[in-house]
């Protein structure tokens, strides 16, 4: 960038060409009052209340005009400061004056610069417009009398999160802001993200849940980070009587930048649901008792001695959770190893993204997403998107992808699902279900043939090459268009841009992991990368988008029967060596246990005798749940702890009560590697403990004494034993940083992209492996004619333990559905909202129709939040045992 | 005085022209325009000729587009060529697809005008038919088409970028600029938007060449002009004139029929300033009026005569560019509004409470107008601040 030298204020100021006046005043401190302006969208100039005058050009918006050469710039003259005071006159002198009473005073910006300008009187009232409160419900309260039509609502609506579900509506005085015909905003496009909520700068919209709880100076505001998606956005939670009265969006915050999603900003309701678990519980009959904490851990004690001595460690296993804390997850997995001696201990991860580990893990060493948000939305020239609908899974992710792409990037969407994003996309391919791999082969087989890779790079930093391309040799290409449904010559068009991109990067979730071939989709996308060099450089790489708030922490803990904490292997006796060093303990477990599905397997085969779950809820999230359902009452002995009475946990011998993140103290490793720090907001109610606590506490029964007395305790042993989280200390934690892991020293500033250089694996360098294409397991037939295939919906979160107890959240969404496209539905004559009975090999299912385009031909979708498990098959992906969540053969039957 | 406007001309002519384009090809055609010193007759007087080369300059697809949207008070010449003229429309821009390499071309029309829409829409067709529109003009690789929209009514959509958004259909607001619509206009790319009268010329001016043109005309102000004229609020018609070479007393006397001791002002168009009585012997032209503080915008000029009221009519002006605002920014939608409310109580005002609030209008109108976001704002209170300025001078001791 060229930098330019201009005057402000009769200081000489130098900056880079191409800013506005207005980030240039910011930037040395200059204040300059503004309305309409926010940093992350496009300036508009619409409040004009930013203005400042330049010599020899007379009053012009700062956040409009750019800076330029040896311009005089004054930001205080007399004629800026009554111009300035004259639009706040006339923006006062329509907006109402009961600033005593509005839920807005205090954060009001109006109500702030009115202050500073010392405006007492407006010398030209007039009439004041018409403008009423809309509907808004469940989240919004809409009060129009108090908008000041600055616009924010609108531009974050439409660039930031591409709903355009309000617009600017009538003219003159008369405008307003409106959401489709003027009607509520249930009837709209609108996703109740909350992010006009957020960003209002006056009382307009407010949030439903604050509404008459108290003055914004009476509330604690406490930092944190939301509980929901992997993305890890900073929140701020306002708490008035121990109650969280508001989530708002933390704008510090490098990942989120303040906005939020409907279930970051609005889903907390649960918190202080009042059938929050409060007191340990034992099954008694068919029902449970109320027992005191001692009683628990002594009930546990016994049966697990009494298992342990009877079947053996191995007939132990236990489910950590990708809710939980990093510092949870890590004593939870200790405890497992060291005190019952097994690696029976496996969570969640294995259901989302266990094959990008496997696969990640045997080409290029490591499965963690290798570049930031932030790269993603500054670097990358071009962004693919496959198997992941992310302004559902991830909204906030969405949000960045859209201002890549507002800057120039190349969208490329492979789906076969329509996704909300494809309204931006440069390219959008929908592939038939199960083809990945043949459809990743031909890319590659088109970069091969095109000579499109990257020589240098293969030569320098990938093995395997000569082999590889052997194997693609004899690849039939030309059966691409009958096996895929996609004509080769898009495939062609998608070699090139994503070859010929100085950094591409790809981005998967679900849609490619839940197959049987789910290590095989994912080694196929890594051979894309390697063999066009599109990796180990910013705003390049490899990016599987994870689901939960703390799955990669989880992981990153050895919440793996396969892997010690820092993806040490347990079949390596150095992994051995070094933990019972660490640890100062013997005969650590050296043989790989079982994962999710075998556990529940290996119980009806009566290998397993006694489960323990912490907060997961597989009688919802696994494959087929008759088959979960007659392993968990089959099974010896359950221990379940969690904040609620889970569908897993009524089956439970005992349940422990634990507290929620808005309750403790912890840190989550989100999606890009990030450790982040979560703030306890509220008391926990009743005799509720921290999960790592429990553990402790259960480990002193069996006469381990860890000296844990706060999560900092544990963050300091893990800082010891993790060799990614060493430099990531409880002082750097506390202090907010917000660092990703690698970082391997007290002063290093952690890793925002991997693989510079070389890859994580033995030889240092990546591997390309030729993956052959297999079909999925059960395929459609005349029984069965419909592919079944199930995903995620923005309003809910997994199996809906949380979002199922915010009303708003039931308002807009209370029912399983399924999605069916027009053509069916209209040879089946349903309509929207009919009622159809999916049944499957496994099970049946009554649901609600919505008919939407979207959806394939011969296909069903259905959420898996609710009870879509029901009809899934437990078929496992070879190598990491992940199900086939995606596709299963169904028919469906209306019912009249 | 001479007219070229209101000449008419056959389809022989538009063949030749057409012709001759190819023939000479786009960069002659520009230069010609350039050297013709033409000036946007929508009000911006913007020199035609950089506007073309600008977008011919830039690659990609692009758009011409033509503003027959007229929705300024005073204003019916575009009306009056569409009505008696509209293949000098679809010539000039037939010449400007050449020129800068469009394909498709857009009229858009104030709504009213139904006649002239469906006009239009019927030479469209007969062009085509006779392959001067289409695929493969007369048999070249030229393609051009032309699309006819009706407006949706409001003034605003007369901005050249709330027009784009009207076609784009988004709201008609004005956007920032730049970019400028030869960089990003329509659909974001290069456009070219003249007015109806601008592009009238095209054809005489391609066709005799810029030194002919030049012989309309004064220096810098080339070529003629259409006016509306209007007396009293009652419409007398449109004329064309040539620039620089009458006066505005002769307007006066020779095309509104009145003495000009019996006219107390002239105001040159809606959102222009008032000139009154001693200065209507400067000549017409952009010139002249911008250097008499006052423009010619488009040439909607309204006469008051001695029985007429001027406040009556300004309050008229001021409500109708208040309702008309977009609505966006503060000083527009709000400003006018306070303006106009304000505007209606002086007549019940009287000596110190007058001044005052005489002083406070002012006050508030210069920030209006310097601080609104588009031309609308900015020129929406001229002849209320030009009319105030009289009041001051003592040209007017009461408000009529």
Known sequence: MENIELFIDNKKIVTEKGKTILQVCKENGIHIPTLCYHPELKPDGLCRLCLVEVEGKGLVTSCTEKVLTQIKVFTNTKKVIEARKTILKLIISDHPLDCMTCEKSGECLLEKYAYEYGIKKVEYEGERSKRKQKDGSPFIIRDYEKCILCGRCVKVCNEIVGVNAIDFGFRGFKTEIISGFDEPLKKTECVFCGNCVEICPVGALREVSAEGKGRSWEYKKIKTICPYCGVGCGINVYVKNNQIIKIKGDEESCVNKGFLCIKGKFAFEYVNSSDRLKKPLRRKNNDFEEISWEEAFETIYENLVRIIKKYGSTSVAGLASAKCTNEENYVFQKFFRVVVKTNNVDHCARLCHSSSIAGLSKTIGSAAMSNSLEEIEKYSDCIILTGTNVSETQPVTSYRIRKAVERGAKLIIIDPMEISLSDIAYLTIRPNYGTDVFLFNTIAKIIIDEKLYNEEFIKERVENFDEYLKFMEEFPINDVEKITGVEIDKLREIAYIYSKSNSAVILWAMGITQHTTGTDNVVSLSNLALLTGQIGKKGAGLCPLRGQNNVQGACDMGALPTHYPGYFPVEDENTIKKFEIDWQTTGLPDKNGLTVVEIFESILNDKIKFLYIMGENPLVSDPDIKHVEEALKKVDFLVVQDIFLTETAKYADIVLPSKCSFEKKGTFTNTERRVQKISKCVEAPGETKDDWEIIKLLAEKFGYKWNYNSIWDILKEINNVVPQYKGITPQRVKNGERIQWPCPQENHPGTETLHIGSFKTKSNKGKLIAVEFKHAYELPDKEYPFVLTTGRIREHYHTRTMTGRVEGISEIVGEDFCLINPDDAKKMKLKNGSYVKIFSRRGELKIKVKISDNIKKGVIFVPFHFYANLLTHNKLDLYSKIPEYKICACNIKKIL | ?400
């Open chain 2, 1 to 400: 005085m001479k007219k070229m406007l209101t000449e008419k001309y056959d389809t022989h002519f538009t063949i030749s022209l057409i012709k001759k384009c190819f023939e000479i090809g786009s960069e002659k055609i520009v230069e010609e325009i350039k050297n013709s010193y033409l000036l946007g007759r929508g009000g911006a007087m913007f020199p035609t000729g950089i506007k073309w080369e600008s977008v011919k300059n830039q690659g990609g697809e692009k758009f011409v587009v033509c503003n027959a949207e007229e929705g300024e008070l005073y204003t019916f010449k575009d009306k009056f060529l569409l009505k008696n003229f509209p293949y000098k429309v679809i010539d000039g821009m037939i010449v400007a697809s050449i020129a800068v390499g469009a394909e498709k071309g857009f009229i858009y029309v104030n709504h009213k005008y139904k006649n002239e829409i469906s006009k239009l829409k019927t030479l469209v067709k007969q062009y085509k038919k006779e392959k001067l529109l289409g695929e493969n003009i007369l048999s070249t690789n030229h393609n051009f088409d032309i699309e006819i929209i009706e407006s949706n009514g409001r003034y605003v959509t007369g901005e050249e970028t709330a027009l784009f958004n009207t076609i784009e259909g988004k709201r008609p607001t004005p956007r920032l600029k730049p970019p400028y619509p030869t960089q990003k206009g329509l659909f974001n790319k290069p456009t070219l938007i003249n007015n109806v009268e601008t592009f009238s010329f095209i054809p005489h001016i391609i066709f005799y060449g810029s030194g002919w043109f030049k012989n309309f005309g004064v220096e810098k102000n080339y070529g003629t002009k259409l006016i509306c004229l209007t007396v009293d609020n009652k419409k007398i018609g449109v004329f064309e004139i040539e620039l620089g070479k009458i006066k505005i007393f002769e307007i006066i006397e020779k095309y509104a029929k009145l003495k000009p001791r019996n006219v107390k002002a002239f105001l040159p168009s809606a959102s222009s300033c008032l000139l009154f009585p001693e200065k209507f012997d400067i000549n017409y032209d952009f010139e002249s009026l911008k250097n008499n503080g006052t423009s010619l915008g488009t040439g909607g000029i309204f006469i008051f005569t001695k029985n007429f009221s001027i406040f009556d009519e300004i309050k008229k002006i001021v409500r109708f560019f208040s309702d008309e605002s977009c609505g966006y920014c503060v000083p527009c939608r709000v400003g006018l509004k306070r303006v106009y409310e304000m505007i209606l109580e002086l007549d019940s005002l009287k000596s110190e409470k007058l001044r005052n609030r005489l002083d406070l209008i002012k006050k508030l109108s210069l920030v209006i107008k310097e601080t609104s976001r588009c031309a609308l704002g900015q020129s929406a209170l001229n002849s209320l601040l030009s009319y105030i300025r009289g009041i001051e001078d003592g040209k007017y001791r009461t408000l009529y």
